[in-house]
């Protein structure tokens, strides 16, 4: 059973930066697809970045490219998820995910299938 846990979530102001950790048990990393997912209350989850491992292919949602990077530390196994140019809508509960999504699927909930507990971001403007 892979589990996932987040951190270095925390209160920002407008332009700041932000790193966000997820470690993993296990070798959740080595293969498949680490996605990042957030969700703002009486919102939908929505896809923030996403990254295959065999190719090293990464994805951003229009609203965080060119401000988000996705990356993984082999040696530390963590996914990381550095946040610059912080934005107030960029407040959200931010969910690492892991999984081996299919062609079409890597931006969707749906090709994840394990996931974290979340950790809180506020973008203070």
């Known amino acids: 059973q892979v589990q996932l846990v987040e951190s270095g979530g925390g209160l920002v102001q407008a332009g700041g930066s932000l790193r966000l950790s997820c470690t993993a048990s296990?070798?959740?990393?080595?293969?498949?697809?680490t996605g990042w997912f957030r969700q703002s209350p009486g919102k939908e989850r929505e896809f923030v970045a996403a990254?295959?491992?065999?190719?090293?292919?990464?994805y951003y949602a229009d609203s965080v490219k060119g401000r988000f990077t996705i990356s993984r530390d082999n040696a530390k196994n963590m996914v990381y998820l550095h946040m610059d140019s912080l934005k107030p809508e960029d407040t959200a509960v931010y969910y690492c995910?892991?999984?081996?999504?299919?062609?079409?699927?890597?931006?969707?909930?749906?090709?994840?299938?394990?996931w974290g507990q979340g950790t809180q971001v506020t973008v203070s403007s």
């Open positions: 995910a892991v999984g081996r999504p299919i062609i079409g699927t890597i931006r969707s909930s749906s090709g994840y299938n394990h």
């Open positions: 296990g070798r959740a990393f080595s293969d498949g697809a």
């Open positions: 990254r295959r491992w065999s190719g090293g292919i990464a």
